[in-house]
């Protein structure tokens, strides 16, 4: 009672105290971050149990798009060996699309109205839906060693402007091993660049999943591969001659890793995806599948501390979860026009590339970027209407104007192309501000 008493005092006073510096972003330095740790003992926060505590939070923080920043918050069991971190960040976005507005609240190319109407010229947002909350434990276990548990939420779970709490990832790390909820194996976390968008450039593949993960560093840690099974999510178009089914094999991932440079700030990564997508033959009475797989090369090359690119270029079959621009469209598969008793995997690529300049290295930077997707006519397949190409390009500058909020303006400007050659164009300036605690 008496420990339980203590903690409920330490939980009162972090409401009220003020966070100790900075939370490290994206672009900080891991000597920067240092939280605000309360024991559930009378230790000194300055000790050497603080400063352990702190570096496993640094060692186990992972950077790249989307990502939170280490926890501003932190609270430990007396023995220091379960380890509980809290941190979020407010973030409010304002846009203004002019000369074609979409019907999305991110930026996505495939959206884009292919005619303007007094309708959709123009639109104002504002939007705070994508807010964050997370949770992170690290727990020292005797048998099993390292434990880490994460979890965090947004506030996109209904249509916009709901704000209705979304679990984002939900997962459990030891031993190399992921299980749970977590962005897919397939995403490159750090070859996209900053953007306002909550999206991001088009052709990239930022999704999350349910799987189970194994990975491994070798080489000192130049050398990093990983394997998985992945939650599968097809969509097709069926025709009369087809039906959909529950989904029997999981989607398989791996990918091979190579990093150099300081800290190993700079990769490159090859990684390939293969599907076995089940679905109903009506005319035959029984199940058949389509084979889908896709191969991607990205990276991010640290040219100098005032210089990052970042590219990945992505080609497949049947892989709309694994594209942007393409995700939960009806083309993993369709039937064959020529003989629509035949069905038949949709090819499709993307590419982005981006640059970062770093004005004042973790304070002030600019950026811009261009990214374009591509789904590929088979057999006379789709449409003059239907989606052919998008093309995504921003621009944009972020300022920390303290270690915990941030500023930002981007431009960007895409376009959608259908197979009959007819194009639609969208802009959106959007302002930026952010508050990490």
């Known amino acids: 009672m008496k420990q339980i008493r203590h903690l409920l005092l330490v939980l009162c006073s972090a409401t009220l105290a003020t966070p100790l510096l900075s939370a490290q972003t994206h672009h900080h330095h891991a000597e920067e971050y240092s939280p605000t740790v309360y024991m559930t003992s009378k230790e000194h926060h300055k000790s050497d149990a603080h400063h352990k505590v702190v570096d496993r939070f640094k060692d186990t923080h992972r950077c790249g798009f989307q990502q939170t920043q280490p926890p501003q918050f932190i609270f430990t069991s007396q023995d220091k060996r379960f380890a509980l971190g809290i941190g979020g960040y407010v973030n409010l976005r304002t846009s203004y699309d002019f000369n074609g507005a979409m019907g999305n609240i991110d930026f996505v190319p495939y959206d884009i109205p292919m005619s303007q109407g007094y309708a959709n010229k123009q639109r104002i947002m504002m939007d705070a839906s994508t807010s964050r909350l997370f949770i992170k434990a690290v727990v020292q276990s005797e048998k099993l060693g390292q434990v880490l548990v994460y979890a965090d939420m947004d506030f996109r779970g209904g249509a916009e402007f709901t704000y209705i709490p979304r679990l ?125 797989w896709g191969v991607q090369l990205s990276g991010h090359i640290n040219i100098s501390r005032w210089v990052d690119i970042y590219m990945n270029g992505v080609y497949g079959r049947g892989i709309t979860p694994y594209i942007q621009d393409l995700s939960g469209s009806p083309y993993d598969f369709a039937y064959d026009p020529k003989n629509p008793e035949r069905m038949q995997t949709m090819p499709m690529w993307g590419w982005q590339a981006a640059a970062q300049l770093n004005i004042i290295p973790g304070v002030f930077w600019l950026s811009g970027g261009y990214s374009e997707a591509h789904l590929e006519e088979n057999n006379g397949y789709l449409s003059a209407n239907e989606y052919r190409k998008g093309q995504y390009a921003f621009g944009n500058v972020f300022y920390n104007l303290t270690n915990n909020l941030t500023l930002a303006v981007e431009y960007l400007y895409g376009t959608r192309e259908d197979m009959g050659g007819s194009k639609g164009h969208a802009n959106r300036l959007s302002i930026m501000a952010q508050y990490n605690f």
């Not at 001659?241 to 090859?270: C, M, T």
């Open 168 to 292: 984002r990832s939900a997962y459990i790390n030891l031993k190399g091993f992921t299980i749970g909820r977590d962005v897919t194996t397939f995403c490159d976390l750090n070859a996209a660049p900053t953007t306002i968008d909550f999206q991001g450039p088009n052709a990239y593949n930022f999704a999350f999943n349910q799987m189970i993960r194994y990975e491994h560093s070798c080489w000192n840690n130049h050398i990093k591969f990983g394997v998985a099974a992945e939650m599968p999510s097809v969509n097709g178009t069926y025709g009369e001659h087809f039906s959909p089914i529950y989904q029997r094999v999981p989607d398989g991932i791996a990918y091979l890793q190579y990093s150099w440079g300081e800290n190993k700030s700079s990769h490159l990564r090859a990684s390939a995806v293969i599907r076995d997508m089940y679905l109903h033959n009506n005319r035959t009475g029984e199940n058949t599948t389509q084979l889908g």
